[in-house]
């Protein structure tokens, strides 16, 4: 008797840690490399949209050091919100130049319908939380509805760009 308490004990601790440690495993996740300014995952732009849109990014840059990113993604899988996803994603890709911390990130998804605009710290004084809000409530939003996410995107950046300049 003693001996079945003993077995049944031993199994159910050695079953218990194999549970823990499958459970313990980390998902491996690696971002997908920029291509540039426009980096489009969703496939949403033609190459002459994309084109455009570097070239309205690429001035701005060398006019004010700068630097914007638009992405587009289908997922944000496996992190739970759009937020840490667009959050690691900046810190991973180094947007903004280091000494300044002066990106922003425009990340959307098609498929997600989710869309956040993800500013860093050098230039939150100059386009703040409620501001980029309303630039993705009145410009982009509208725009996605008629399903031109093109046009959303070309005039949320040009409003982004008078903000910060």
Request: glycine share 8%; hydrophobic share 35%.
């Amino acid at each position: 008797m003693t001996k079945k308490i003993l077995l049944i004990g031993f199994l159910l601790i050695t079953l218990s840690q194999i549970t823990v440690s499958q459970n313990n495993k980390t998902i491996e996740f690696k971002f997908p490399n920029p291509v540039g300014y426009v980096n489009d995952f969703e496939g949403v732009f033609s190459t002459e949209q994309i084109l455009e849109l570097n070239e309205i990014i690429k001035k701005h840059e060398n006019n004010t050091s700068n630097e914007i990113v638009i992405v587009s993604i289908d997922s944000y899988y496996p992190y739970k919100s759009l937020f840490e996803y667009s959050l690691e994603l900046a810190n991973q890709w180094g947007i903004g130049k280091k000494d300044k911390n002066n990106g922003i990130l425009i990340i959307f998804g098609e498929k997600i319908r989710q869309i956040r605009i993800q500013v860093g710290y050098g230039l939150e004084n100059k386009l703040k939380d409620e501001e980029a809000k309303r630039i993705i409530d009145n410009t982009i939003i509208p725009e996605f509805k008629k399903g031109d996410y093109y046009t959303g995107i070309k005039n949320g950046l040009i409003k982004i760009i008078k903000e910060i300049e």
